[in-house]
């Protein structure tokens, strides 16, 4: 049964937010699913999450596991922030390019991953996997496959140079890096892990964490096999974002300002 009849107000809030109409009336207006939904659900919990009284119970079906009210975090609205608050939240977000020589604890990167998976997803495919270094002697043997590729390829001179110098501008001494990858059968695996990459990032902002996307790394990952060897990729998977973090060296006490957005009204 999906809907707890003695529970259910027949409200149709679960029939509205079904993105694939799966969810019908039965001949006392009851929401029931339709035979369909065995192959086509993609277990969004749209039905579940949305439900006022939490009757609706997704059953365990072939392409969905089953979901229950109590298996869903709840929303408090106490928690809910100004507008103001927001705002300067997402505003504040700086790139980060010097870092503490400290590390960020793993139950904290377990954290900010968790958040990263409520990024939406092409169907609800969640493809995204990460792989994170633990070791900061880690993250500098990345940085330096990538510059190894850099030189074999007779690219970027000036970050060569800088790293011959001892000066890294690849990943800048980031005591980790995140990558995520996907498998290129996805429904859209760039788009996906930079939605995930970005909630990564914003995650950790939350938490005094910053974190820079690593364009270099993400660039050699492509093509260079001691690098994809390191990573341990599987078959079939590329890699399609990548942030370095870790704590900020210094703390910045300003927003500078944006270009006017670009607008055009479409009546």
């Known amino acids: 049964m999906f809907a707890d009849k003695e529970m259910c107000k027949r409200c149709g809030a679960c029939l509205s937010e079904c993105p694939y109409q799966l969810i019908v009336e039965d001949k006392e207006g009851f929401p029931k699913l339709r035979p369909a939904a065995r192959k086509t659900c993609i277990a969004c919990g749209h039905c579940v999450a949305v439900c006022p009284t939490g009757s609706a119970v997704l059953p365990e079906m072939p392409v969905a596991a089953s979901l229950t009210p109590e298996q869903c975090g709840k929303i408090s609205r106490d928690m809910r ?27 904290v990167i377990a954290d900010i991953l968790a958040v990263a998976g409520y990024a939406p997803s092409a169907k609800n495919g969640q493809p995204a996997d990460w792989i994170v270094t633990r070791d900061p002697e880690v993250t500098r ?18 970050l060569i140079k800088n790293w011959e110098k001892g000066v890294d501008k690849i990943l800048h001494g980031a005591p980790h890096v995140a990558l995520a990858h996907a498998s ?14 970005a909630y990564l990032e914003l995650a950790a902002h939350a938490r005094g964490i910053g974190a820079c996307w690593a364009g270099f790394l993400m660039e050699a990952a492509q093509g260079c096999q001691a690098l ?16 370095m973090f ?4 210094f703390r910045y006490q300003r927003i500078p300002r944006r270009k006017d957005i670009s607008l055009r009204w479409l009546d």
Do not use: W
């Open 228 to 243: 994809r060897d390191k990573l341990d990729l599987p078959e079939g998977h590329s890699v399609h974002a990548a942030l």
């Open 81 to 107: 922030i100004a507008p103001e608050e927001a705002d300067q939240f997402l505003r504040s977000r700086r790139s980060i390019r010097s870092y503490k020589d400290k590390t960020v604890p793993e139950d």
């Open 141 to 158: 043997e990345l940085a330096g496959l990538t510059v190894r590729f850099m030189a074999i390829n007779n690219v970027y001179p000036g």
């Open 184 to 197: 290129d059968f996805s429904f859209h695996p760039a788009e996906d892990c930079s939605l995930a990459a």
């Open 246 to 249: 870790g704590y900020p060296k």
